[in-house]
């Protein structure tokens, strides 16, 4: 019975863990273009950098879409 019990708790696990993962949206500007786009992931390279106020994470894409509006490097293009 406790070997059920840890396989199914894995299972659950497994599942459940990436939707976790994919709550985070970004507010981020491509250096060159100077184009502000929505990423699901914090940028690690330096083609784009972060340009939501201070830094912030956003829970859903409607949040950054409307966080993006406010953002002066988004709206000035």
């Known amino acids: 019975m406790n070997f059920k019990t840890i396989v199914a708790a894995s299972l659950l696990a497994?599942?459940?863990t990436p939707a976790f993962?994919?709550?985070?949206f970004y507010v981020v500007q491509d250096v060159k273009t100077k184009?502000?786009?929505?990423?699901?992931?914090?940028?690690v390279d330096t083609t784009t950098t972060v340009v939501s106020p201070s830094?912030?994470?956003y829970k859903t894409r409607t949040e950054a879409e409307t966080g993006m509006k406010s953002v002066k490097v988004c709206?000035?293009?």
């Open 21 to 24: 993962a994919a709550d985070e």
């Open 55 to 57: 830094g912030t994470v």
């Open 75 to 77: 709206t000035s293009n």
């Open 35 to 43: 184009k502000c786009t929505i990423v699901d992931k914090k940028p």
């Open 14 to 16: 497994a599942f459940v």
